[in-house]
């Protein structure tokens, strides 16, 4: 017998810079006492996260906050597990779409925290369920290039390959540590000609840019994206969780050649 009952099947138009759709549930258990949500597709193909969120986890983000606060998309990062970047403002639109949240004129990826969080519960734990199944999940690797070609970055899959010294002792070390679950991390090594955007755009990562908010490297309130950053003797190594089991690890080096503003977002955060 299924763990939980799917209550509604609903589409939320996506806020922020990206434009499309994520699909959601609204799940139940058993005896229709606690509520659950799950994002159940993207359109685009962008990562994000299909863990079961109890709904009393995204409650305890606006604990305590009165009608017409202000918040902003970051403000759900604690209700998940995993650290996919999309995660919070995925779940901002379908609060959104579910009218708990309303959106702010002058913020795209701020919003208003609306009434009614417990007649919703009330309304929505009233629904016919129907058995649900969680999706097993697969993993699909890409093919991972050890070489630089047609202006794609350097993909490393050999740390042999890579010239600098320092970088290749910091990525067998890792390779090593990373032993029979390799295939789940993506190692990039930063090199001159890569431009932050490029880099965004190649990684999916939000580097300068950030997930949670409409701040950007340089702004007061900007927060940054990465899982994890640490300083080395000879270059940065910079990590990003992008799904529930996929990681992608920039290396990037201390070289005046590298690009100037990733450099600057390195030693100001690690």
């Given at each position: 017998?299924?763990?939980?009952?799917s209550?509604?099947?609903?589409?939320?138009?996506?806020?922020?810079k990206?434009?499309?759709?994520?699909?959601?549930?609204?799940?139940?258990?058993?005896?229709?006492?606690?509520?659950?949500?799950?994002?159940?597709?993207?359109?685009?193909?962008?990562?994000?996260?299909?863990?079961?969120?109890?709904?009393?986890?995204i409650?305890?983000?606006?604990?305590?906050?009165?009608?017409?606060?202000?918040?902003?998309?970051?403000?759900?990062?604690?209700?998940?597990?995993?650290?996919?970047?999309?995660?919070?403002?995925?779940?901002?639109?379908?609060?959104?779409?579910?009218?708990?949240?309303?959106?702010?004129?002058?913020?795209?990826?701020?919003?208003?925290?609306?009434?009614?969080?417990?007649?919703?519960?009330?309304?929505?734990?009233?629904?016919?369920?129907?058995?649900?199944?969680?999706?097993?999940?697969?993993k699909?690797?890409?093919?991972?290039?050890?070489?630089?070609?047609?202006?794609?970055?350097?993909?490393?899959?050999?740390?042999?390959?890579?010239?600098?010294?320092?970088?290749?002792?910091l990525?067998?070390?890792?390779?090593?540590?990373?032993?029979?679950?390799?295939?789940?991390?993506?190692?990039?090594?930063?090199?001159?000609?890569?431009?932050?955007?490029?880099?965004?755009?190649?990684?999916?990562?939000?580097?300068?840019?950030?997930?949670?908010?409409?701040?950007?490297?340089?702004?007061?309130?900007?927060?940054?994206?990465?899982?994890?950053?640490?300083?080395?003797?000879?270059?940065?190594?910079?990590?990003?969780?992008?799904s529930?089991?996929?990681?992608?690890?920039?290396?990037?080096?201390?070289?005046?050649?590298?690009?100037?503003?990733?450099l600057?977002?390195?030693?100001?955060?690690?």
């Amino acid at each position: 017998m299924s763990e939980y009952l799917s209550l509604k099947s609903a589409t939320a138009e996506k806020i922020g810079k990206t434009q499309g759709n994520v699909t959601y549930r609204i799940l139940c258990d058993e005896a229709q006492e606690q509520l659950f949500i799950t994002i159940t597709g993207n359109d685009d193909g962008g990562h994000y996260s299909d863990e079961i969120i109890p709904f009393e986890h995204i409650e305890k983000c606006v604990e305590g906050m009165k009608v017409g606060t202000y918040v902003a998309s970051k403000l759900f990062f604690k209700a998940f597990e995993s650290r996919s970047n999309n995660n919070c403002g995925f779940l901002a639109a379908i609060l959104r779409a579910e009218e708990l949240l309303a959106p702010v004129v002058d913020g795209v990826r701020k919003h208003v925290v609306n009434s009614g969080w417990d007649s919703w519960k009330e309304t929505m734990l009233t629904e016919l369920g129907e058995p649900y199944e969680p999706p097993v999940k697969t993993k699909t690797i890409p093919p991972v290039p050890t070489t630089k070609k047609g202006g794609q970055m350097q993909r490393v899959s050999n740390p042999n390959d890579v010239v600098d010294l320092g970088v290749r002792a910091l990525l067998q070390l890792r390779f090593d540590q990373l032993e029979g679950v390799i295939d789940d991390t993506q190692f990039f090594v930063i090199e001159a000609d890569d431009t932050v955007d490029a880099i965004e755009a190649e990684t999916g990562c939000a580097i300068v840019t950030s997930w949670f908010s409409d701040d950007v490297f340089g702004d007061d309130d900007f927060v940054p994206s990465f899982d994890f950053i640490e300083e080395h003797r000879h270059c940065f190594e910079m990590m990003f969780n992008t799904s529930d089991d996929a990681t992608v690890v920039l290396i990037v080096p201390k070289l005046e050649r590298i690009d100037a503003t990733l450099l600057s977002l390195c030693r100001q955060f690690s």
